[in-house]
């Protein structure tokens, strides 16, 4: 059974730069969450998709954060212009449809802003 | 605004004794509650749910009671091992819309051997 999994584990960028994070969920989850956890915090909410449609945004999300789910597998995160503020883990779940079925994790991407 | 809370930050237990974990939220609408596991750099592991429907759910050494009259959820851990160790969340999700999960902010449990 593979479990959801999340490329690349650690990133570290220059402020300013670009990056983007992928996640693949487990195959037959056609739900999927996009989360990020700073220090002492638990983990926030950024975004949700259905199959491909992105059906929810936090407002945590700025303009420069965009999540895709082309073909309703994988997703990817992009952050443009990062700034110091951004660097968290990043964390994407998935589960499958129905009403209280429970998201299972990936080990994150941790995100370092310089 | 903090909907759902975990006041104590850590918690150290003996191993082979109790340990119990608490947790408390404010919205009405919640419906459905979890419990993670977080290990350093990795992600949080499912552990246990309950639906606010029962106020009991068992599984081996774990235990999740919920007072939906206090919104207040607890975790038990009998008997505690050091293995337990780590970050615990709790979650909260309503039962609508896109089932997104609020966390509290982590309780960390140390089990002294």
């Known amino acids: 059974d593979t479990g959801v999994s999340q490329n690349p584990r650690h990133k570290i960028t220059k402020r300013g730069q670009n990056v983007t994070f992928r996640c693949d969920p487990i195959?037959?989850?056609?739900?999927l969450y996009w989360y990020r956890q700073t220090l002492g915090q638990g983990p926030e909410f950024l975004t949700y998709?259905?199959?491909?449609?992105?059906?929810?945004k936090s407002r945590l999300l700025s303009d420069r954060f965009s999540a895709e789910r082309p073909k309703g597998s994988f997703s990817t995160l992009e952050i443009q212009r990062t700034e110091q503020g951004d660097s968290a883990m990043y964390l994407c779940?998935?589960?499958?449809?129905?009403?209280?079925?429970?998201?299972?994790f990936g080990p994150g991407t941790r995100l370092l802003v310089l | 605004d903090q909907q759902v809370k975990q006041n104590s930050p850590s918690l150290s237990v003996q191993e082979g004794r109790i340990s119990i974990l608490n947790c408390d939220y404010t919205?009405?609408?919640?419906?459905?509650f979890l419990w993670y596991k977080k290990y350093p750099a990795e992600g949080p592991t499912f552990l246990i749910s309950?639906?606010?429907?029962?106020d009991k759910n068992e599984d081996g050494r774990f235990t999740v009671f919920l007072n939906k009259s206090a919104k207040h959820l607890s975790l038990h851990i009998v008997p505690s091992q050091p293995g337990d160790s780590a970050v615990y969340f709790c979650?909260?999700?309503?039962?609508?819309?896109?089932?997104?999960?609020?966390f509290g902010t982590g309780t960390r449990l140390k089990v002294l051997a």
């Open positions: 779940a998935s589960r499958t449809g129905g009403n209280q079925e429970t998201q299972y």
């Open positions: 998709f259905q199959n491909e449609a992105q059906l929810e």
């Open positions: 979650a909260a999700s309503g039962s609508s819309g896109t089932y997104k999960y609020i």
């Open positions: 309950i639906s606010s429907i029962k």
């Open positions: 195959s037959e989850h056609n739900r």
């Open positions: 919205n009405s609408m919640f419906d459905y």
